[in-house]
């Protein structure tokens, strides 16, 4: 899942990257409100952390901004405004949840993760397609009732096609997902042919169904019909 945290305290904005990092997220990140505002109008997120006092323009704005785009990502403000009018105001303009400062890194977790869960419909831990099995609190795969070994690029691209299942995704969308702004790192695609490739084999040795398909010259598909 990609986040994209809007936070002016470097401090704390750093710890909240490595948390959730090693929570297993794509992280991206802005200081002020004209760098968060240009990360939304350019990037897709599943989920923008936002707070609410940012140099340049309130945080307000840019929740409505995204509401207004109809985006489906989740929102959850972040900020030292504690009254019961900041937190309605930020509600009634589009945000899923409010979480006042200073607040625990594992609530924050909590309360995005039931954000995500709400926006994608998944109450359930899991997405089940026949033989194949994606724990989503575990980040573990069963492929016909046995847990593969798999690196976190290819849980990340095996669980981002499960999400857009029956849907043709671009290289150029895959690359985004996994790097964000850091495209450049991933050199060319053929490290994501080599993630699918062996995501494919891993799948076959388990007997389990063929679900990845290569659109030539355009990207995947997650089939599952």
């Given at each position: 899942m990609k986040l994209l945290i809007i936070e002016d305290e470097q401090d704390l904005l750093n710890l909240m990257l490595r948390y959730l990092k090693r929570e297993g997220y794509v992280c991206e990140s802005a200081n002020t409100f004209n760098e968060g505002y240009k990360k939304i109008n350019n990037y897709e997120y599943d989920c923008a952390v936002i707070d609410l006092n940012l140099p340049g323009g309130d945080g307000l704005k840019l929740v409505n901004i995204l509401r207004e785009d109809n985006t489906e990502a989740g929102i959850v403000i972040i900020s030292a405004r504690d009254t019961v009018d900041d937190r309605i105001s930020g509600l009634e303009i589009g945000a899923d949840d409010y979480l006042t400062k200073p607040f625990n890194l594992?609530?924050?977790?909590?309360?995005?993760?039931?954000?995500?869960?709400?926006?994608?419909n998944q109450f359930s831990q899991e997405l089940a397609y026949g033989d194949l099995v994606i724990n989503l609190d575990e980040r573990k795969v069963i492929a016909s009732g046995t847990e593969l070994k798999l690196t976190k690029k290819e849980y990340n691209i095996l669980l981002y096609?499960?999400?857009?299942?029956?849907?043709?995704?671009?290289?150029?969308?895959?690359?985004?997902?996994?790097?964000?702004?850091?495209?450049?790192?991933?050199?060319?695609?053929?490290?994501?042919?080599?993630?699918?490739?062996?995501?494919?084999?891993?799948?076959?040795?388990?007997?389990?169904?063929?679900?990845?398909?290569?659109?030539?010259?355009?990207?995947?598909?997650?089939?599952t019909h």
């Open positions: 594992s609530e924050l977790n909590a309360r995005i993760k039931a954000v995500l869960r709400r926006k994608t096609l499960a999400r857009n299942k029956n849907r043709v995704v671009t290289k150029d969308s895959i690359a985004e997902h996994l790097w964000g702004d850091y495209m450049d790192d991933a050199i060319s695609y053929d490290f994501i042919y080599a993630h699918v490739k062996n995501l494919r084999k891993k799948l076959a040795d388990n007997n389990c169904g063929d679900f990845l398909k290569t659109v030539y010259g355009i990207g995947y598909k997650f089939q």
